[in-house]
């Protein structure tokens, strides 16, 4: 057990990181809207598995025929704004059909997390069953869609001091970092960043003071979608195949991760995505791989039982300090 | 369930109506309402008769063991999940974690040490309630939304648990689980109600309505309780109540224990049926959709959440000839349902009171103002 872990540690760390950018990307939009909405949208989820199906869509389409690493750069790039836009799009999509009018009617947030469930069944359902078959051309059983031999041929290993870094994980974890940034800035800088800030810290304060929520809740929608997007992407990276049932598992490590962190607080749900990916590689190394998602949920209530609003505490607001 | 009847009266005369049939039940003498009880438990003993079935369940399914396997259970696991959701308004996305460790103890316990059905229905429910109190003990301190994660990682702990441990088999689960022991082999209009056989599934739904009743009379007393005023005090207002005496986390505790017994003996039972169970059994769509029954029904009324919980468990099976884009629609209906009757199809009046006044007993979303127009929309929803 040990040594395994010591043998393993560098690699692991490399795993944990760039698992932890996905992580922290999804748990974004999680945090989120739970941030101004006060709503755990399970659907989300499934935002972030259609962003898988649209970056694996692209990379078939495209035939990239060269090799070597700066390809790749470029080939994640197109996958990423064709992910984020798509996602992004789904995702206000979802928020006009399943939330709003709940949300006009005043209903209880357990209505809304109904909702929210039903939306995610039928989104799995309908790629499941739909999608797959008549876009991608497969039946349902082993419906797992893996990338093209082409792409394969992009990934190198680099060097970095002791430690062999493929470029697929380093471009991953660099692509999170990049979109970390400028959705901190865009909170933190823009107007309609201080928008969502003032709806999540109070909606009636926000609304007489002129801010237009049905506009800040579909633009937290829409981020929220993009980060799932980009994070979908650089998912279809590193795993190089996806299947409609993906953003179950993946959606809750990173909902984990937004508690882990301080739900609705932005900077504790990108803390968070980088500690339960880390600490569930080296716990798999650690413990056999089969025990990883216990590790992790148990990691989360450990934490909560000492911290019971996470490591960093709540509130979107408080994330500017 | 028995509930039909009652659910079509409910959907023929609603609004104002409604609370007119309600305030006549609520007056009417006790012979009555004894009366109208008799006659709904004869309903359910007659309800897996092939006539309803042949209206109820697609062609080629048996309506006998869609009763027992899907639906009874579902209703028992909703009542359990009512007692902690919709009474104490504790958010549990985890419950299936109490159903796998019913149905995993008879699995050991009677397949590996011989243990009979009964004593190990006891044991189970012993265990579950012990179960409820490791996870609610740490946890039950956690506000909301952290609860409802904690839950659903242990639900997922359990399961992932189950499929690592080779003492139970891992993914291939426990197989050659003994039926319950025959009580008596008397027969009554062509069924033997005691006789737990393989090939009969109405003794084993006969077995859960025992369950199911006993459960309704043991969970309704408790509601008229001062267990449950004590939990009605902390779904409005867990500090208020606090500071006015009632030991909140006590309470709490008990409600997760509670429900957690009722969850591991609907889990006992299904494994005496099936013979045979792994962790697939016991995924987060269970919880799911357990708790999709409690809030479809209507939180907190126990009608309401059988009818809910039998809409959720008959749903899907009864477009199963829509193979596999049943769960298409069902996801769909589920989220129509909700935006049509966000207070459930059947809600206890108290609960209606909360969502018009905008509170809903497990709160409100955020940015939910009353701007212009939305409060004509909130009084439309508490009338």
């Known amino acids: ?321 | 369930m028995n509930l039909s009847k009652k659910a079509n009266a409910n959907s023929a005369a609603s609004g104002l109506s409604l609370d007119r049939a309600r305030d006549a039940w609520a007056d009417a003498p006790g012979w009555a309402r004894w009366s109208v009880y008799l006659l709904l438990v004869i309903g359910a003993l007659l309800l897996p008769n092939q006539t309803i079935g042949s209206f109820m369940a697609p062609s080629s399914t048996d309506w006998a063991s869609m009763l027992s396997d899907q639906i009874a259970i579902y209703v028992l696991l909703a009542l359990g999940l009512n007692v902690v959701v919709g009474m104490a308004g504790l958010l549990d996305l985890g419950y299936v974690a109490f159903y796998a460790v019913g149905g995993y103890t008879i699995a050991i316990f009677a397949s590996k040490h011989g243990w009979s059905f009964w004593e190990t229905l006891v044991l189970a429910i012993v265990f579950s309630a012990l179960a409820g109190v490791i996870l609610g003990a740490p946890t039950l301190r956690l506000r909301g939304d952290y609860l409802a994660i904690v839950t659903l990682g242990f639900g997922e702990i359990v399961r992932v648990t189950a499929q690592n441990s080779s003492y139970v088999n891992g993914p291939r689960g426990i197989q050659g689980i003994p039926h319950p022991p025959t009580l008596s082999e008397f027969e009554i209009m062509g069924v033997q109600p005691l006789k737990y056989g393989l090939l009969d599934s109405r003794p084993y739904y006969y077995l859960l309505l025992f369950f199911i009743i006993l459960t309704i009379i043991f969970v309704k007393r408790l509601d008229r309780s001062r267990v449950g005023r004590a939990w009605a005090a902390i779904r409005e207002d867990e500090d208020a109540a606090e500071l006015m005496g009632v030991p909140t986390f006590k309470f709490k505790l008990a409600a997760f224990a509670i429900g957690a017994a009722i969850g591991g003996s609907g889990g006992v039972v299904f494994a005496g049926k099936q013979t045979s169970i792994n962790p697939d059994n016991f995924t987060f769509l269970v919880s799911a959709l357990i708790l999709a029954g409690v809030v479809l029904g209507g939180s907190g009324n126990i009608p309401g959440v059988m009818l809910g919980a039998f809409v959720v468990a008959w749903l899907p099976e009864r477009f199963r000839f829509m193979q596999d884009y049943r769960m298409l629609i069902f996801g769909a209906a589920l989220v129509l349902m909700m935006i049509f009757r966000p207070e459930g199809l059947w809600p206890s009046r108290r609960r209606k009171a909360e969502l018009a006044e905008g509170t809903g007993g497990m709160g409100s979303m955020g940015a939910e103002v009353a701007g212009p127009g939305q409060a004509a929309a909130a009084g439309e929803v508490g009338k």
């Open chain 1, 1 to 321: 057990m040990l040594d395994d872990f010591i043998n393993q540690f560098w690699p692991s760390t490399v795993d944990g990181l760039s698992l932890g950018a996905i992580y922290a990307l999804v748990a974004l939009g999680y945090t989120m809207v739970y941030g101004v909405l006060r709503l755990i949208n399970f659907a989300h989820a499934d935002v972030f598995m259609i962003g898988t199906f649209a970056a694996l869509w692209t990379v078939r389409s495209m035939g990239v025929d060269q090799v070597g690493g700066f390809a790749l750069i470029g080939v994640v790039v197109v996958m990423a704004v064709v992910a984020g836009a798509v996602a992004g799009g789904s995702a206000m999509l979802l928020e006009v059909t399943a939330y709003r009018p709940l949300r006009k009617r005043g209903a209880s947030r357990l209505a809304a997390l109904i909702s929210a469930i039903g939306a995610s069944i039928f989104i799995q359902q309908l790629f499941g069953t739909v999608i797959i078959r008549h876009v991608f051309g497969t039946s349902k059983s082993g419906g797992k869609l893996p990338v093209n031999e082409h792409f394969r041929k992009l990934k190198t290993v680099i060097d970095i001091g002791p430690i062999h870094v493929s470029n697929d994980k380093l471009i991953v974890f660099v692509g999170a970092v990049l979109m970390m940034i400028a959705l901190d800035q865009f909170v933190n800088r823009t107007k309609l960043g201080r928008g969502i800030r003032s709806t999540a810290q109070d909606p009636e304060t926000a609304v007489l003071m002129g801010v237009n929520i049905d506009r800040v809740v579909q633009t937290t929608f829409l981020i929220g979608g993009i980060m799932a997007g980009v994070a979908a992407a650089l998912y279809i990276v590193r795993i190089e195949q996806t299947d409609y049932f993906v953003g179950f598992l993946l959606g809750i490590k990173a909902f984990t991760a937004a508690v882990l962190g301080g739900i609705g607080n932005i900077r504790g749900a990108l803390a968070g995505g980088f500690v339960l990916g880390l600490l569930e590689t080296y716990g798999s190394s650690f413990f056999g791989s089969g025990w990883r998602d216990v590790v992790a949920f148990s990691l989360l209530i450990l934490v909560l039982m000492f911290r019971p609003t996470g490591i960093f505490g709540e509130s979107l607001q408080q994330a500017r300090a």
